[in-house]
């Protein structure tokens, strides 16, 4: 059973940054594909970004490309989401997920997914 812990949510400004991390358990993390996602209330549950097991695939979804970024530690069994020049409609629980399938690219669909945490609220106000 895999483990998946977020952390470092919390409230910002608008244009501020935070990043989350998520720490997930197994020895064999470095073939887990990962990825963020994130729930507004009365929403689905979107994709944010993904990496694949190796980091070198990633997917962003267009409203946060070029403002976060995904990357990984093997070593610390972490996969970190930089979120930076954040907006109110960034504001949702972030989930982290892990797919152990080992596939090349990282999946988009929160289906694919196996492992869940359990969420970290991100509010940014205005």
């Known amino acids: 059973q895999v483990q998946v812990v977020e952390s470092g949510g919390g409230s910002v400004q608008h244009g501020g940054s935070l990043r989350l991390s998520c720490a997930a358990s197994?020895?064999?993390?470095?073939?887990?594909?990962m990825g963020w996602f994130r729930q507004a209330p009365g929403k689905e549950r979107d994709v944010v970004a993904a990496?694949?097991?190796?980091?070198?695939?990633?997917y962003y979804a267009d409203s946060v490309k070029g403002r976060f970024t995904i990357s990984r530690d093997n070593a610390k069994n972490t996969v970190y989401l930089q979120m930076n020049s954040l907006k109110p409609e960034d504001t949702a629980v972030y989930y982290c997920?892990?797919?152990?399938?080992?596939?090349?690219?990282?999946?988009?669909?929160?289906?694919?997914?196996?492992?869940w945490g359990q969420g970290t609220q991100v509010t940014v106000s205005s």
């Open positions: 990496i694949s097991w190796s980091g070198g695939n990633t």
């Open positions: 197994g020895r064999t993390f470095r073939r887990y594909a």
């Open positions: 997920a892990a797919d152990d399938r080992a596939s090349p690219l990282p999946p988009v669909s929160p289906y694919e997914y196996d492992y």
